[in-house]
């Protein structure tokens, strides 16, 4: 499975972004994925996480009710949702997907990743 986040950019505090992670390979469905962020001179850090089916999610304590993690099977595609940004939402957003099934929140648990997209809120 290779994987292309996009989506990122700077915002102002309080706004918005949809960041979109492309997968390749007609396997997609079977994987659980999961976004992972990472600021600058800090360890990457989990953000959310959604089965293969999409029946269950988690999320960070720290983005509870601001971010959204959602998947369109169909198109390949996993999204995050990211609203009421804030400054310390500042980082590199990597998405990635493991072949468990079950909503991972560790990052060596997951087999491929993407390549990283860039998010910085300004305050």
């Known amino acids: 499975v290779q994987l292309q986040a996009s989506g990122g950019g700077l915002v102002q505090a309080g706004g918005s972004l949809r960041l979109s992670c492309a997968a390749s390979?007609?396997?997609?469905?079977?994987?659980?994925m999961g976004w992972f962020r990472q600021a600058p001179g800090k360890e990457r850090e989990f953000v959310a996480s959604i089965t293969w089916s999409a029946y269950r999610t988690y999320y960070a304590d720290s983005v509870k009710g601001r971010f959204t993690i959602s998947r369109d099977n169909a198109k390949n595609i996993v999204y995050l949702q990211i609203n009421s940004l804030k400054p310390e939402d500042t980082a590199v957003y990597y998405c990635?997907?493991?072949?468990?099934?079950?909503?991972?929140?560790?990052?060596?648990?997951?087999?491929?990743w993407g390549q990283g997209t860039q998010v910085t809120v300004s305050s």
């Open positions: 990635a997907a493991t072949r468990l099934l079950r909503a991972v929140i560790t990052d060596a648990s997951y087999d491929y």
């Open positions: 390979g007609r396997t997609f469905s079977s994987y659980s």
